[in-house]
Every structure is written in structure tokens, then in C-alpha cells.
């Protein structure tokens, strides 16, 4: 850097202090244990607050920041072995990465054996390491910690076993609290850095907690999208009542209960009971998934990254689609169906709670598969499951509940109703080609956990496009399958489909090619992701655009075109950012903001590049840690949590080019309507400013 920048910077106001927006959700405990033979261990224990997760240090090239713990000593130190690593790991496959990442929640050891080289005199033991926390929409700046602690050759110190304590903690699932989490345990928060640590981090003219505007920035929102699963279990269920397990028991079941009573009110409040049976019996499904999850609250995670699980999977899901083909049916034993049937008899509430676990039963070969991709959405694609279960069975079961009440209430819609036929069968064909089409996903996850990388992008999309044919077909009638009435005429409502079938098609064959940015958006976290392509190379730059990596260069330029600053506190190890860029900069009202409106700066937290000995420095935070600046992505991190009171990634914040905060910055994955709202809310004040 230019010396005139630094000595610009030096000319500053003091750091008043850094306040919430900084976080580090961990907690560190040093201890050095004499061993047999004039060996010691140095255990790291950390402690990671709930929802947060550390990396292993055994990850892959270019993903995540690994944990990396390192000994030291001014009077000399032999290490023995490597760093071992003591915890319960969570693998798994990153989308935006496009590798297998292990990473640790709740809790985490860190050993390393040594010895030291003169056993006559005491030594002090400096321990560093490197971490980066993340949870599912953030990740904080990586962290470099020391801790020193002096040994003796006569200490004497418990054995390096971990106690049945230390164990209980690794195997905790819900992050509850326990001995190891007390004692001398040290807190890593970010302490005030001294002046001479500032010099050249300050801006003056950078004031993050009095932007120039703030117009309504959307609230972000971290929460599981509960109702969406509530909205998919309920149209699930609407497509489950027009299959031919289910459809022609609508009109009978309502009229028993309107007909086959004198008392009218009595037939009709009978049925809204049955609804409601209907609608408990399916949310009483997902109770076993909250029992597995509270005896075992990793498993799913372990399901959603098995190979062999998602192969299984991928399996059933073609096993479906030969039900919904009509090859054969996928029943429950009938001697539960007969034992429920004739509970029924046992008349009042209780026989109509039968009667709505038979129907339940019964329609067991139609809406199983129905039930299976929602059990297969859910297991593979969050992290909280039975409550995902819970809304999307409660979905399915209030389409019926409201189907099977709004009919006894009016039982005269019954005669607006379809008459049963051959479109039921149709209804049950076209499931099993979008079952088959789901299942390719289960083998994807398989194929990507287990590196093999044989499903590429385009190979996934050209499967999806032969299966997408295959349906066309058969809706124009070219293609027949066991129960299809060979006699039938193509109906109106089949060649609609068909067209909009070869409008999928159509669309599917753009991703085939290249493109400027990732296309097939509304297919993403479905396909592979775009770095498992026959057509991915190690391109320069992001969608296109080549952002400046230097604060200072970019606002010279931002002054140059009268533009703002956008700057994007990003890392190359940053799940959360490669989404940002993929699903959200990419959109065709984003990407063209990003290229024309601003000056894009993309300052890199975690860049290793050293910096020139002279601007290396050393913080020290109490409780004998101290945090060292010594690269590149030390400097600009520090420079984040100066100026802008914050350190997560990603973390934007837009700039005028004399050096001010215009709007509220944000942080974090986002929709892309959010992200768009700061950007217009920005440059709309910068715009009116310049007039």
C-alpha cells in the first residue's frame, strides 16, 4: 500500500470500542498434561455456541478455512506425531464448495504431543490457532489466537485420556451444558485493539452507525421456511385426492356421513370429525422422527451425506415410479386395513377415528411415494426435519380434512365433481415420471459424497431431458403403460400439459451450453453445482466483473467514475459468499447493478498472503491471548470489525467516494430481493446527492 494511505489513516479518531455486531460464538481452554517418558500434550478444548460450527483441519483444497493448531517454544520443543482432532465430526457435501467438508458443533479437542528439548529447565509453551466459525447464513472472519502456559520437567499432570466428562461433551448433540465448559475457560471476544494496532485501519470519515440513509432495508430472516413444507405437504395431498386410491372414496364417505344419518347436523359435524382425524393420523406420522431426533439428533444429518443412504433413496424412488407406472402396487399388510375396518364398529368418535385410519391405510399406494418425496425433501435438505415432517404431513392431512369437511357441509358440489375414469391413471403416470426425476437427485448426493463426480451438471441435465420426453410422449399418447385404456382419446387438458412439458424441455436445453452466468436458477440446490461440469474452468474473476481487493485502490477508482463504493467482505473459504454470487449476483436484475452502478471491492478475510513485516502486528486481548495481523486477510478483517463493527462475511456495505456510509450495511445470504433493496436504496440517495 501506498505510504500516503497509511499515513492518512494514522491521522485518526481512537477506536471507541467494538460492541454486538462482533461475535466469535467460541470458547477456548488451554492445558498442558505431563505424559510418561518426559512427554507433555497441549490440549485446545473449544467450546462452540449452539447453531455454530468450527472446520476440521482436514479439508479439502479450496473450501473451508481448516482449523490449524500450532506449538511453540523460545527454549525449544520436539513435536511428536501430528494435531489430533477429539469430537463427534459432522461430514458432509457443500453445494457451493463443491467438495466434502467436516466440520464440529457443540464442541472440539485439539492435541498435540511434544517434548522438550532441554529437560532441565522450565519452558513456555505458546499455542496458535487458526479457526473460522460459520452457521448456515454467516461466517465470522477467520481467528488466530495464542495462548502460553510454562512447564516444568517435574510438573505432574493428569494423563492425556480423554475424561468420561470431555467424552459426554463430544457426544452431545443439542450443545447443552457441561463441566468442561467452566473452570478457566477463556472467551475469544474481540478485545478493543490499542492505537498503535489501529494505525492505518481507521477511516475517519467512516461512521457505520450513522449511515446517510437508511430506506427500509427488508429484516433478514434465519428462520426454517416452516410453511413452505406446510404449502408443499398441502398441495401434495390436493394431488393425492385426484389418484385412484383415493378420488372415488370422496363421494361415498361423504355421503354416509350426510345420508346415512336422520340427523343431518349430527352427519355433518361426524364428518368435520373425520376430517380432523384425517389431519391428526398424518401429523401423528411425523412423531417418530421427533423420537429418532431426540435419541439421536445427528442422524439426519448422517443420512442427508451417506453415500450408500442416498443411493437407497435414489432406489425406492425408482420403485415408486413403477407403482405410479401401474407395474405393481405398493400396499400395507391387509391384516392391518381388516383390524382397522372393523374397529370401526365400535361406533361414536372411536369408529370414526377408524374410519379415517382405513381410508389412510388403503390409500397407502398412491399417497406412499406422495409421502416419501416429502420424507426424502425434508431428511436431505435441512436440519431440522421431524418439525419439517410435522408441518408438511400437517399439510397434506388439512388438504384432506378440508376436502372431506367443505363436502358435508355442501354436499351438492359432490354432482360438480369429475366422474372417475382414466384421467385418475394419468394423474398417477405423470407422478412416476416426476418421481423418476426426483431420484436422480438422491444419486447426485451420492455421486458428489462420494467424489466420484461421474453425474456431471450436463449428464444430470440430458437424464432429466430424456425423462422429460418420455412424459410428453405419453401425454400425446405415443407411449401407453399397464392400466392406460388403449382406446383413449388425448384430451384437452393432457396436450396443455404436454406443451408446457416441452417448454421444460426447451428450458432445460439452455444449461447444456455455456453462459455469461450460472443459468437454470430456479433449479438450483437440485442439479449439481456448476463447478461439477463437463464445461467449468478456473475462470478470472466473478460473473464477468474483476472487483479491486484493495479498499484504498477502489475508492481512488470510485472517485475517478463518481460512483459507489460497494464493498463485499468476502472469503475464499466462504460457503455463504459463493451462494451470494451464484444465486443472487447472477440474477438479471442484480448482475447488470453490480457491472454499471458501483465499484466493486471484494476484500478477502482469510487471504494468507503475508503482509510486509512492518504493518505486522500483534493484539493482545487479556487472559494471556493475543491475536497476531500478519497476512493480508488479517488486515482486512481487523479493518471490518474497526470500521463497520462487524465480522461476519458476506458483509456489504455501500460507500460514497468521499469515504461515507450511505445505507444500512447487511450481512449474510439473503433473498435476492433484499439484496436488490440495498442496492437501489443506495445508489437512488447517492444519485440524488450528486443533482
Not at 374 to 381: E, I, K, R
Not at 568 to 585: A, Q
Not at 661 to 685: H, Q, R, W
Amino acid at each position: 500500500m501506498k505510504f500516503k494511505n497509511w499515513f492518512i489513516l494514522i491521522l485518526v479518531f481512537l477506536f471507541q470500542g467494538i460492541t454486538a455486531q462482533i461475535k466469535d460464538p467460541v470458547k477456548f481452554k488451554y492445558n498442558i498434561n505431563a505424559l510418561p517418558n518426559n512427554e507433555y500434550e497441549a490440549i485446545l478444548t473449544a467450546t462452540i455456541d449452539k447453531n455454530w460450527h468450527i472446520y476440521s483441519k482436514d479439508l479439502p483444497e479450496d473450501s473451508g478455512i481448516p482449523t490449524e493448531m500450532k506449538l511453540s517454544s523460545k527454549e525449544g520443543i520436539t513435536l511428536i506425531g501430528k494435531v489430533v482432532e477429539v469430537g463427534k465430526k459432522h461430514d458432509e457435501f457443500s453445494e457451493a464448495f463443491g467438495a466434502q467438508i467436516v466440520y464440529y458443533s457443540n464442541s472440539v479437542l485439539f492435541k498435540q504431543k511434544f517434548k522438550l528439548k532441554n529437560n532441565s529447565k522450565p519452558a513456555t509453551i505458546t499455542a496458535e490457532i487458526t479457526y473460522q466459525t460459520c452457521d448456515d447464513r454467516v461466517c465470522l472472519a477467520p481467528n488466530t489466537l495464542e495462548f502460553e502456559q510454562k512447564v516444568t520437567p517435574s510438573m505432574v499432570g493428569p494423563d492425556s485420556t480423554t475424561s468420561s466428562e470431555e467424552a459426554a461433551l463430544l457426544t452431545d448433540s443439542h450443545g447443552k451444558p457441561d463441566s468442561i465448559a467452566t473452570g478457566d475457560l477463556q472467551e475469544t471476544t474481540i478485545a478493543t485493539p490499542t492505537a498503535a494496532a489501529q494505525e492505518g485501519l481507521k477511516v475517519a470519515s467512516i461512521d457505520f452507525e450513522n449511515p446517510q440513509t437508511d430506506c427500509g432495508i427488508a429484516k433478514q430472516n434465519n428462520t426454517e421456511n416452516f410453511w413452505t413444507y406446510l404449502l408443499l405437504g398441502f398441495f401434495g395431498g390436493l394431488i393425492a385426492l385426484l389418484t385412484p386410491c383415493v378420488f372415488p372414496m370422496i363421494p361415498l364417505t361423504v355421503s354416509f356421513f350426510t345420508k346415512g344419518s336422520k340427523d343431518k347436523a349430527k352427519g355433518k359435524r361426524d364428518a368435520f370429525i373425520y376430517g380432523f382425524f384425517i389431519l391428526l393420523i398424518f401429523v401423528l406420522l411425523s412423531v417418530p422422527f421427533h423420537i429418532i431426533d431426540g435419541i439421536a439428533g445427528n442422524i439426519f444429518n448422517e443420512i442427508s451425506t451417506s453415500v450408500w443412504l442416498n443411493v437407497a433413496f435414489f432406489l425406492i424412488f425408482l420403485f415408486f415410479a413403477g407403482s405410479f407406472f401401474g407395474y405393481y402396487d405398493i400396499t400395507l399388510p391387509s391384516a392391518i386395513a381388516n383390524k382397522s375396518s372393523k374397529a370401526e364398529d365400535a361406533g361414536g368418535i372411536i369408529g370414526i377415528f377408524f374410519m379415517a385410519l382405513t381410508l389412510v391405510i388403503v390409500s397407502f399406494s398412491c399417497t406412499g411415494p406422495i409421502l416419501g418425496s416429502l420424507l426424502g425433501s425434508a431428511v436431505t435438505g435441512s436440519a431440522n426435519v421431524p418439525m419439517l415432517l410435522t408441518f408438511a404431513l400437517a399439510g397434506f392431512g388439512l388438504s384432506w380434512a378440508i376436502v372431506f369437511g367443505l363436502l358435508a357441509l355442501f354436499p351438492q358440489a359432490l354432482q360438480s365433481l369429475p366422474k372417475s375414469g382414466g384421467w385418475m391413471n394419468t394423474v398417477k403416470v405423470v407422478l412416476g415420471f416426476i418421481e423418476l426425476g426426483l431420484a436422480l437427485k438422491f444419486l447426485s448426493k451420492a455421486d458428489l459424497v462420494s467424489k466420484t463426480f461421474f453425474l456431471k451438471r450436463e449428464l444430470f441435465i440430458v437424464i432429466w431431458i430424456l425423462i422429460s420426453i418420455g412424459l410428453v410422449l405419453y401425454l400425446f399418447g405415443k407411449i401407453r403403460f399397464p392400466h392406460d385404456d388403449k382406446n383413449a382419446k388425448i384430451s384437452l387438458p393432457r396436450k396443455i400439459f404436454g406443451v408446457l412439458g416441452i417448454g421444460f424441455i426447451i428450458y432445460l436445453i439452455q444449461g447444456l451450453f455455456p453462459a455469461e452466468r450460472p443459468t437454470l436458477q430456479h433449479l438450483s440446490g437440485i442439479l449439481p453445482p456448476i463447478n461439477v461440469s463437463y464445461l467449468h474452468k478456473e475462470g478470472d474473476g466473478i460473473l464477468g466483473m474483476h472487483p479491486s481487493h484493495d479498499y484504498f485502490e477502489a475508492l481512488d477508482i470510485a472517485k475517478k467514475e463518481n460512483k459507489p463504493l460497494l464493498v463485499d467482505f468476502t472469503g475464499y473459504g466462504c460457503e455463504n459468499c459463493r451462494k451470494m454470487e451464484e444465486f443472487v449476483w447472477s440474477e438479471p436484475d442484480i448482475l447488470p447493478i453490480l457491472q454499471n452502478e458501483v465499484v466493486l471491492a471484494s476484500l478477502y478475510i482469510d487471504d494468507k498472503e503475508a503482509l510486509p513485516e512492518s504493518e505486522q502486528t500483534s493484539i493482545d486481548m487479556g487472559n494471556g491471548q493475543k491475536k497476531k495481523i500478519k497476512t493480508i486477510g488479517d488486515k482486512w478483517s481487523l479493518f471490518q470489525q474497526i470500521n463497520f463493527n462487524n465480522n461476519s462475511q458476506p458483509h456489504y456495505v455501500l460507500i460514497s467516494p468521499d469515504g461515507k456510509v450511505i445505507n444500512t450495511p447487511i450481512s449474510g445470504y439473503m433473498p435476492k430481493e433484499d439484496f436488490k433493496a440495498f442496492l437501489e436504496c443506495g445508489i437512488a440517495y447517492f444519485k440524488s446527492q450528486k443533482k
